[in-house]
């Protein structure tokens, strides 16, 4: 008996076959789908490849001309992050940044959305800079904008969401961060964030301790 269409998509995702998984997706809505259920899944091992995914399935409709399609998905994130949706779009924001990533044409206005709607639920935060974190320089602009909402993240007490908003300010080069970067640079839990593809664990100082050089080296 062939494999679920579940099972499929979860296969293409941990084997990272992102070629075969959106050849299958534009041919089978059901495939679509079902990926698009993956964001949302509890696995790291299947929601980060799912982000992936998604993305260059984006950017895969965009080269072929179906812009409008792009966009309206891109708002249906939203609208999913919002209260109407009836629930949070855990996901979303990482979705929209990698989206942007491989669609810089897109940066303007959907990098400064990102911000907006991402920092005004509490869940979401953490989603939001890492969002920032993979556009980086690209969307300095709307940081700046955006300062208040975006440092008072490092109010939390919890050290995963200090960890990629330390991170997060280091690829943006944001030099209004150092004097709360440098309040954590004592600490020592363990702090994993996806980067590139990969799963890279740090001690919260050592995260916060590369985020001021970059900073710097960004302000010589």
């Not at 908003?165 to 440098?182: C, D, T, Y």
Request: a neutral charge; aromatic letters at 10%; proline letters at 4%.
């Amino acid at each position: 008996m062939d494999k679920s269409i579940k099972q499929q998509v979860k296969d293409l995702l941990e084997k990272r076959d992102y070629d075969r998984l959106l050849d299958l997706c534009d041919k089978d809505r059901h495939f679509w789908k079902e990926l698009r259920f993956c964001l949302y899944d509890i696995n790291e091992s299947i929601r980060w490849p799912a982000i992936e995914a998604v993305a260059k399935l984006m950017q895969r409709w965009w080269k072929s001309g179906q812009k409008d399609r792009v966009r309206e998905y891109i708002r249906n994130l939203f609208w999913s992050i919002t209260d109407e949706s009836g629930g949070i779009g855990w996901s979303s924001p990482q979705t929209i940044a990698e989206i942007i990533a491989k669609i810089p044409e897109l940066l303007d206005p959907y990098r400064s959305v990102m911000i907006a709607h991402a920092f005004e639920e509490l869940p979401l935060i953490r989603s939001g800079l890492w969002g920032i974190g993979r556009l980086g320089k690209e969307i300095t602009d709307a940081v700046d904008f955006f300062q208040g909402k975006v440092l008072a993240a490092f109010q939390s007490e919890d050290a995963e969401t200090l960890g990629v908003a330390a991170w997060a300010m280091g690829e943006v080069g944001f030099r209004p961060a150092l004097p709360l970067l440098k309040k954590l640079l004592e600490r020592n839990e363990h702090v994993r964030i996806y980067i590139e593809g990969v799963f890279c664990e740090k001690p919260l100082g050592q995260w916060v301790k590369e985020a001021i050089n970059k900073i710097n080296l960004n302000h010589k």
